[in-house]
């Protein structure tokens, strides 16, 4: 078995707490709830996630996302709980000054336009083929 993967191409503009909170509403909402680390942890870093975006954390919240992230990896029954820390382990390892960032601001420092600078779709380029 190869495995698998996924790839989000965002660009400057895209407020990336934002971005890490919808992925882990996803992952919240796809728990089973058999394993514990799962079943308490995905909504435990969604819900911190919230507070981050909403100018409602504080910096230890940051770390404590961290924690709890690298206590679900590796201690689930199956991979969804890998797969839910796996992005904010990446996301705070590559990016952990932006979420500091909305610490210190209290909020988005992006405001409502924290999805990138418009929502339409843009044609995409692979090597000489246009997709």
Known sequence: MAGSGGVIVMDESTCLVRALARIA???AEESCGQCT????GTPWMEGILHRIEHGEASAADVDR???IANSIAGNTIC?????????VQSF???FKPEFLRHVEARGCPFGDD?????QESREAV??????
């Open 92 to 94: 705070l390892k590559k």
């Open 25 to 27: 509403k996803f992952y």
């Open 126 to 131: 692979v090597g000489e083929m246009r997709v």
């Open 114 to 118: 924290a999805w990138g600078k418009t």
């Open 37 to 40: 680390p799962c079943r308490e």
């Open 65 to 67: 996302l961290e924690q």
């Open 79 to 87: 991979a969804l709980g890998d797969a839910a820390a796996m992005p």
